[in-house]
């Protein structure tokens, strides 16, 4: 890695925009320290001093600890992350957007220009129920409809602004800028989660257990990050044969080739869904002031709060963490049906001349590939499954809360190595370029 950074910087034209997207990401941390205007600075954070697990954690590692200190960024990139689902999901629903997204370069403009507006108005509903819960219990520093106000257009603007320099890197940096924005964010969060992780378990111990618990800390996370990396990189190969034609005196096709599916075929958008609908009653009844009783509705609250999970004193909360790994399991096979399409594979295929060894075009072709899909889906959720779940154990059973979890290694592993692909790509265009203009002189 450090490598193809080093040859990358021997590039002019890469090492501007390696040096672009390091400065939109110093304004992007900069903003993150900026407080919001008519906010009590110490209230959110004592608010997350009284909470527990993974309920706010989840939400403070995307935006890069700006929700807790309440700054300009606290809604981050998280509402454009939502559009884009939200549009994901309606294009297959809604022909309209369909047809949009297979017109090429201007319908996919047009739904970009949908995200956006998208992206506005769930900063301004989210902003508005911050403003209005939180701000009832002591966020505003008075509680008055301009201050309210104020805090909404400031987080609104926010999310905006992030969400431009997160399309400006795209652009004129390297890599996705919406997932840099969000890796830098979860990156900022590590050294306070590494110093949390350091006073509970090697501060104050002797040099034998403090150096076992850090060796062990290490060997952890060091385990996690290689099992993602295999399970990101992961993937099953379909060979596929193209008949030969002629065309005049030439004989055309015959070519091998296949088609490469992914162990990890949604990624990690079923965690999300599945932690977003897990953590969602919770975070209502935080802003209502609700979830501390004695009522069925409180035990099931708890229920669904993941720092209750692997607990040996309270093991009859766990039941959650089976809901979760079956919602997982499902928004696996949910997104992946949404996204991959088997029977228009094989009619493109057969449309081109090309077929599976041994399998018969058309239907045929496109059942095949429904099961071996269908396989490898379980083999990915089991994988995402089993990354989320390490954390909880630890938390439950040694109470080794940290922000920094399974979702969060995830999204940095597969962000760096998609950039580093990105940049290699980039380096291998530059180098072919050159050869070829070195080519045209000699001629």
């Known amino acids: 890695m450090l490598q193809t950074f080093r040859k ?33 600075p110490t209230y959110i954070q004592q608010f997350f001093a009284s909470q527990t697990g993974e309920t706010f954690n989840f939400f403070n590692a995307f935006t890069g600890g700006s929700f807790e200190t309440m700054s300009i960024f606290a809604l981050s990139i998280t509402p ?9 999901l309606l294009t297959i629903a809604i022909p309209k957007l369909e047809e949009m997204q297979k017109d090429g370069e201007d319908g996919r403009k047009k739904i970009a220009t949908i995200t956006r507006y998208v992206t506005v108005a769930l900063a301004l509903v989210e902003s508005t129920a911050m403003a209005v819960g939180f701000g009832r219990q002591g966020l505003l520093i008075e ?7 104020i805090v909404v257009l400031t987080l609104t603007a926010g999310s905006a602004f ?6 400006r890197i795209t652009e004129k940096g390297v890599g ?38 850090t060796i062990i800390i290490l060997a952890i996370i060091l385990v996690v990050v290689v099992f993602i990396i295999i399970l990101q990189d992961g993937e099953r190969r379909i060979p ?43 975070i209502i009844a935080s802003f209502l002031g609700k979830g501390n009783g004695t009522g069925i509705g409180s035990e099931i609250l708890r229920g669904l709060n993941s720092s209750n999970w692997c607990n040996p004193d309270n093991i009859k909360y766990s039941w959650g963490l089976i809901v979760y ?26 449309k081109s001349g090309g077929f599976i060894p041994g399998i018969r075009p058309g239907k045929p072709t496109s059942d095949y590939l429904a099961k071996i899909l ?58 072919y370029s050159g050869y070829l203009n070195n080519k045209r002189g000699f001629l």
Not at 178 to 203: A, C, G, M, W
């Open 80 to 88: 454009y992350i939502t559009s884009s689902i939200i549009m994901q």
């Open 143 to 149: 509680y008055n409809f301009v201050n309210a106000a």
């Open 374 to 431: 269908n396989y490898i889906i379980f083999i990915g959720a089991c994988g995402l499954i089993i990354v989320q779940v390490i954390p909880f154990f630890f938390n439950g059973v040694f109470g080794a809360s940290v922000s920094f979890g399974g979702t969060s290694l995830i999204i940095v592993v597969g962000v760096v190595l998609e950039t580093i692909k990105q940049i290699e790509s980039q380096m291998l265009v530059h180098n």
């Open 325 to 350: 790994i079956a919602l997982t399991i499902f928004f696996a096979y949910f997104y992946t049906s949404v996204t991959f399409n088997p029977l228009e594979i094989a009619n493109n295929m057969k």
């Open 240 to 282: 596929v044969q193209y008949s030969q034609k002629i065309q005049g005196r030439k004989t055309v096709g015959g070519q091998s080739t296949n088609i490469p599916l992914k162990v990890n075929t949604a990624g990690v958008i079923p965690v999300i869904f599945a932690s977003s609908i897990m953590q969602f009653p919770i």
């Open 8 to 40: 990358a910087f021997q590039i002019e034209d890469i090492r501007k925009k390696i040096l672009y997207t390091f400065a939109m990401l110093f304004v992007v941390r900069l903003g993150s320290q900026l407080p919001t205007p008519g906010v009590n």
């Open 176 to 213: 996705n800028g919406i997932s840099i924005i969000l890796l830098i964010n979860i990156l900022s969060r590590i050294p306070s989660d590494l110093t949390t992780l350091y006073e509970q378990f090697v501060k104050g111990k002797g040099l034998a257990k403090g150096g076992l618990a």
């Open 162 to 167: 992030l969400m431009w320099i997160g399309e």
